[in-house]
């Protein structure tokens, strides 16, 4: 027997596993959190030029006298809009020589600031305001993103390879550890690079801590049911990302909003009498009782009974049948179709993180902005799921990459032809972008799994995972590409970005074959033949899960976000 014969017995989602998989949901929240944090404690706020000399300066104006101080010392500019702002890395370079209390000499040259004041009406004090990562040292938030999203790149494979090694849970269970420690430790960082090596390993125990949770309980969950088990934990991840909009709208130091967010995580330590061992890796590695004892767990609470003995070597079936990732490359057709699904899974996830990361430099509130752009991921994924099934992967793909690209794209033209009032149609755009984004984040998994044979799936979806990850690296320079340029542009030039990247990896798309209600391929030949006309009668496959096939071995991508 295989493995998922089990499932005809205890049930594809019975009890048991329904409170496994809500268990191993809640990580989810937490990891979404940190995901995005960096919206909030890497807030850029407006700032200026402090007067020199002025120990008391403020951002706002503390009146007249305060004024003219500034009329001294800070040049005017416009921004986007044409409307005049104070300079915010200059100031004049001898802006008060006094020869009496009557007269003042003013000299037109400009210099950099000495230091700097911050509108303190949105944030109290955010990172970048405590070590003022502005001006000439803003890239170094970009920096500081780019380094969360290698941490995960290295947690992905390193804690994949540990979880083959040791377990499932164990491998969880350090990332527990991990991720509670270097989350509670950020909060009281005050140096640069002691903040990137902690933001690494918090990318790094993210992808340690939503996996190993996820895969422990997908593997307890029947084939017909993965699917929308997959999409489901987005939910969870939304919910994560409406938690800390809250916390942080009420907890506006950095420091206090980190902290707050992150001491709940040392709950998830409670996790190692909670969950069970992977049943199927406890097989893989030959422990048959170990994994029998789980599954007659999961039988006597789903009500059901079982024979007292259910693997050994005579009765499992252990198929591993294995080929080489670079085997899909030695055809013409199998190049091209791997090449689209690396370059759809690159550009996805670029275009999803840069979207999220982008909400800040945005016009208007930025909590609301926050919330509304959550509520529009919210929306996608139930989309999703009334839709995949019914429209299709390919054009469901395709059409959700188009969607978000068209509507980044269409910013540019409140931005040419508007004023400062309609503000609001970029943010609209911006969130119907991140709609199509999200969308196709959570299509972009099923749809690539099912069209990698079985015998190179897990190998597949890793090197998916892989591009995943540089996309999200590259994601934080292009969304903060508005800050780093002056002028109309500034706003629209990420948007411009994402969108003309969405629609040229939805464009290449269409070239890939439906998988929708297909035999799936198995071999390395069935994947050269499909995508031709099939009538035959479509099989549910292990998507989530390491198969038999692959002799259990963990794919470093079992879900889209980490």
């Known amino acids: 027997m295989k493995f998922d014969s089990v499932f005809e017995y205890i049930g594809e989602f019975g009890t048991y596993q329904k409170r496994i998989y809500f268990l191993v949901c809640l990580p989810a929240i937490s990891t979404a959190i940190q995901m995005l944090m960096a919206v909030f404690i890497l807030n850029i706020p407006d700032h200026r030029c402090g007067i020199p000399g002025v120990k008391n300066d403020t951002f706002a104006s503390q009146g007249p006298v305060h004024d003219s101080l500034l009329n001294y010392t800070i040049p005017w500019m416009k921004d986007g809009n044409g409307d005049p702002i104070r300079a915010s890395c200059e100031r004049y ?94 909060s009281f960082v005050t140096n ?77 330590f409670s996790y190692y009498w909670l969950i069970p061992e992977s049943p199927r890796w406890l097989l893989s590695k030959g422990r048959y009782a170990e994994a029998e004892a789980i599954i007659q767990k999961a039988a006597q609470v789903n009500g059901v009974k079982l024979p007292d003995k259910l693997f050994d070597k005579d009765t499992l079936d252990e198929n591993k049948s294995e080929a080489k990732i670079w085997e899909m490359f030695t055809s013409p057709k199998l190049l091209i179709r791997s090449l689209i699904i690396f370059i759809n899974w690159l550009v996805v996830s670029m275009v999803y993180y840069g979207l999220g990361l982008n909400v800040g430099n945005l016009g208007g509130d930025v ?134 990247s969405a629609i040229f990896a939805g464009i290449l798309s269409l070239w890939l074959p439906e998988t929708l209600d297909r035999v799936l391929p198995e071999t390395i030949d069935d994947a050269k033949n499909f995508g031709k006309r099939n009538t035959g009668r479509s099989y549910e496959m292990n998507i989530n899960t390491p198969s038999e096939e692959t002799d259990g071995k963990w794919n470093p991508c079992f879900d889209e976000r980490l």
């Open 367 to 500: 909590f609301l902005n926050f919330t509304i752009a959550n509520i529009v991921e919210l929306v996608s994924y139930f989309l999703c799921i009334a839709l995949l099934d019914r429209v299709g992967r390919k054009l469901l793909h395709c059409g959700s990459m188009l969607l978000g690209g068209v509507a980044c794209l269409a910013t540019l033209f409140p931005v040419i032809y508007g004023t400062s009032g309609h503000e609001w149609i970029t943010i609209t755009l911006s969130m119907i972008g991140k709609l199509g984004a999200s969308a196709a984040f959570a299509i972009i998994y099923v749809f690539a799994a099912e069209l990698f044979p079985t015998v190179v799936r897990n190998s597949g979806m890793g090197a998916s995972s892989f591009c995943a990850r540089i996309g999200g690296m590259a994601s934080p320079y292009i969304a903060d590409l508005g800050t780093l340029v002056d002028g109309e542009f500034s706003k629209a030039l990420p948007l411009i970005v994402f969108g003309g």
């Open 192 to 268: 640069f690079y002691v903040f990137v090596a902690l933001r690494f390993f918090v990318g790094a125990s993210n992808a340690g801590l939503f996996m190993g949770a996820f895969v422990i309980g997908m593997e307890l969950v029947g084939p017909s049911k993965r699917t929308f088990a997959g999409i489901v934990i987005e939910i969870f991840w939304c919910l994560g990302l409406f938690i800390l909009g809250g916390v942080a709208y009420a907890l506006r130091d950095w420091h206090h909003l980190q902290l707050a967010c992150s001491v709940p995580t040392v709950l998830f």
């Open 93 to 186: 370079s001898e802006n008060l020589t006094s020869t009496s209390s009557k007269s003042v000499v003013w000299n037109s040259s400009r210099t950099g600031c000495t230091y700097w004041v911050y509108d303190k009406s949105v944030f109290k004090e955010t990172f970048v305001t405590e070590l003022n990562l502005v001006c000439n040292q803003k890239e170094l938030r970009s920096h500081a993103n780019m380094v969360l999203m290698g941490g995960i790149l290295f947690g992905a494979l390193g804690l994949g390879l540990l979880s083959d090694a040791v377990g499932r849970k164990v491998a969880f269970m350090m990332s527990v550890v991990v991720h509670a420690g270097v989350c509670i430790g950020t």
